[in-house]
């Protein structure tokens, strides 16, 4: 059955690509949550607000507690007070449609005596209170304002659960527009319950920052990026189906590449094609209504509207389109801040105010002294430079459109093309923000060493001989990665397969551990070159000089591999080099290992106990219940238990630990126990090559000083590391 819609403007079945977010907002409306504030960042266009609208009808028609409230703030909003009042019959409108189980209220043209006459008996006296007590607040605008916000607070206190679902997507970046949406935000999480909020990503800080009664420490996250590119060609496929727009495979993939997988722009560029009666079946029809589309339909007035917002007058408007189109097309596309100011002739808070409103909207990007033009959206672009053209050089509109459609049709293929290349590239950015300190074989990273010992060789017999490999290298903790363009506009590289990957070898955070792995994917039909490998290895060292990355390692990937010479080089330059054959296994092996490291444990124990006070015979009497359970002899019984005993004595002696506590972990496994200790807090003075051995484990007379060697002798596998903000102990004893 097709769940019928009462605020979403699009068919649940037809919502594509939102399933895990929609799941997450469902969840979060349940009493039971532990987060308060679900937040969901948004990217402009990328159908934010239809999320909310989709959750709201999904959680009407689930029925329960608590009732489902949604509230989205309008640009065309002109007062406090006028949200204020829109928020109160908002309220009580879907209060009511929610409880008379009637959705067709929820939108109806109510008066506040028809509100009254259609609830419930059992509701009547609470919501002629709230009317009468908002019609006496009318005296005081700031008293309305409060009390209106203030309703989910005063359901709370009546017994009556409410889940609201607010939308600050169109809240403009104006101070006082924000600090409303703040105040309506704040005021919400004053009443402690669960809710979730949507702003534009680049806003959601301002409208969360500083809320009382610890929501910030208690909230949820779910970034809203555009679609993906699957996704987004279904919103097309159903869309053109609607609508009664015959379309192909290629065009309905350039529609989606060139308006950037934004179903808010796809779905009016195909709501202008059904006006227009127009077939979208070649790549010069859809670009003849797209630049009709820019020069005066619906992609014209999307811009518009938020360009009208920005620029108030006339001239502004002008002077604005001019700045912005020259430094799209700068050699250096950073500007100062200062010579903007300066051609912008405005003052210091009205030009505060339009790059703040630029930026959030993510027309450019402005950070510290600089600024440039968002380069990533191709509509964005072209609206600015037609509108450049129009009504800063007065240029005939006819040659404007046939410049522009000649300009988009040439770019077409190559729109296409970069689709393509992406879509066949091996996602070196997924593969490397996976590396989380795996060992794998150090082959796998040198193609001299892999084919000379695999060349010709079946998949399984490749597999048996890494398997037995044993110079291994241990990959770093990758923490951040981007493309290498996101860093550099100098270095020529494909942005699609040259990435920057941050990290940290054995994931110690500090400053000698940290590495910065430069990743590049190279075109080469045949062995790559001598050559080919040496102009790469100079374009990422050049980067990195650019960036000032101290320790660096490259990694060239190529297709059939590297000829010898190559192999020589890169050698020499102690760079990192794979063929796509060598990806396939690596990519194998950490997929492995991370689900290994994934799966859930046959049984868990945990336990906290306080340092000191002979506590941890608490644990150790704990620990021999379990070993019984699994049959292990005594002997082996008694080794475990004095192996706990000795790792918790060491952590209380030699940590640094701020809440003098010890965190144990107790594992079972089809053949063996798995006990970890761990304590926050550093370990003093380690002594190299002897990892997790302190200086005092080294004797000075102190009785612990050979506490960790004991514990190896009793257990079959240890393993010690520092985690995030202590040590960790994991000891390992097999039932044999």
Avoid at 339 to 351: N, Q, S, T, V
Avoid at 639 to 655: D, F, G, M, P, Y
Wanted: proline share 4%.
């Amino acid at each position: 059955m097709v769940q019928p819609r009462i605020l979403a403007r699009v068919n649940r079945d037809e919502f594509f690509g939102r399933d895990a977010e929609l799941r997450q907002i469902v969840q979060q409306a349940s009493p039971l949550t532990a987060a308060r504030m679900l937040a969901l960042p948004a990217a402009p266009d990328a159908g934010g607000s239809e999320l909310l609208r989709q959750s709201y009808d999904h959680l009407f028609a689930r029925r329960g507690d608590p009732f489902p409230f949604h509230f989205a703030f309008r640009r065309s909003e002109s007062t406090d007070i006028d949200v204020a009042r829109r928020f109160f019959q908002t309220f009580l409108q879907q209060y009511i449609a929610y409880r008379r189980v009637d959705p067709s209220l929820c939108q109806a043209p109510l008066t506040f005596h028809d509100l009254l006459e259609l609830a419930l008996p059992g509701d009547y006296e609470l919501v002629n209170s709230l009317i009468e007590a908002f019609q006496r607040e009318q005296v005081s605008s700031e008293n309305l304002i409060t009390f209106c916000f203030g309703l989910p607070h005063r359901f709370k206190g009546e017994g009556r659960g409410v889940f609201p679902l607010i939308d600050c997507l169109a809240v403009r970046p104006f101070q006082d527009d924000v600090m409303l949406a703040h105040r309506l935000v704040s005021a919400i999480g004053n009443a402690q319950i669960p809710m979730a909020v949507a702003g534009l990503r680049r806003q959601m800080n301002e409208l969360i920052h500083g809320l009382d009664n610890g929501v910030n420490d208690t909230n949820s996250i779910i970034h809203i990026e555009r679609l993906s590119d699957d996704s987004a060609r279904r919103v097309v496929d159903v869309l053109a189906r609607r609508y009664g727009i015959e379309m192909n495979e290629p065009t309905r993939d350039l529609v989606v590449q060139q308006l950037n997988n934004s179903p808010a722009l796809i779905a009016e560029l195909l709501q202008s094609a059904r006006e227009a009666q127009t077939n979208l079946t070649s790549f010069l029809a859809c670009q003849r209504l797209y630049v009709d589309d820019l020069m005066g339909g619906r992609l014209k007035r999307h811009f518009d509207r938020i360009v009208d917002l920005i620029a108030t007058g006339a001239q502004t408007r002008r002077t604005l389109f001019r700045l912005l189109y020259e430094s799209s097309l700068s050699e250096t596309p950073k500007s100062s801040l200062w010579a903007w100011k300066k051609r912008l002739g405005l003052a210091a808070p009205e030009f505060e105010r339009v790059i703040d409103a630029l930026h959030t909207w993510e027309l450019v990007n402005s950070s510290g002294a600089l600024i440039e033009v968002n380069a990533e959206s191709s509509a964005w672009l072209d609206y600015l430079r037609v509108h450049y053209a129009i009504e800063v050089t007065a240029e005939p509109r006819a040659r404007v459109v046939a410049t522009t459609l000649l300009d988009t049709l040439k770019r077409a293929p190559q729109t296409m093309a970069r689709k393509y290349r992406r879509e066949a590239a091996l996602s070196l950015q997924e593969l490397v923000v996976r590396f989380d300190c795996q060992s794998v074989p150090s082959s796998l990273f040198h193609n001299d060493r892999f084919a000379a010992a695999y060349r010709g060789e079946d998949a399984d017999v490749i597999e048996s001989g890494l398997d037995t490999e044993s110079e291994l290298t241990r990959l770093p903790q990758i923490v951040y990665a981007a493309t290498c363009s996101a860093y550099s506009s100098t270095v020529a590289c494909d942005s699609e397969r040259c990435v920057v990957a941050h990290g940290f070898e054995a994931a110690e955070y500090t400053e000698e551990n940290e590495v910065v792995w430069l990743v590049a994917e190279i075109d080469s039909k045949l062995e790559a070159s001598r050559e080919l490998a040496e102009e790469w290895c100079n374009r990422l060292s050049a980067l990195a000089r650019e960036n000032g990355f101290v320790r660096t390692r490259i990694w060239l990937v190529a297709r059939e591999g590297f000829s010898e010479s190559a192999s020589e080089l890169l050698n020499q330059r102690e760079a990192l080099f794979s063929s796509h054959r060598q990806i396939k296994f690596l990519t194998s092996r950490i997929q492995s290992a991370a689900s290994t490291t994934a799966a859930p444990a046959a049984d868990e124990y945990e336990m906290v106990i306080p340092m000191g006070d002979d506590s941890e015979l608490i644990a150790a009497h704990t620990l021999e219940q379990i070993a019984r359970r699994l049959n292990f002899r005594p002997e082996a019984i008694n080794q475990i238990k004095t192996a706990l005993v000795e790792a918790c004595i060491n952590a209380t002696e030699h940590s640094l630990s701020p809440d003098r506590k010890i965190y144990q972990r107790f594992v079972v496994e089809d053949d063996k126990l798995v006990v970890t200790v761990a304590s926050r807090g550093v370990v003093p003075e380690q002594v190299a090559g002897q990892p997790g051995e302190s200086a005092v484990d080294q004797g000075n007379g102190s009785r612990r000083g050979w506490g960790l060697k004991l514990i190896k002798t009793l257990m079959d596998e240890v393993e010690f590391e520092r985690v995030d903000d202590g040590t960790q102990l994991k000891m390992t004893k097999y039932n044999r």
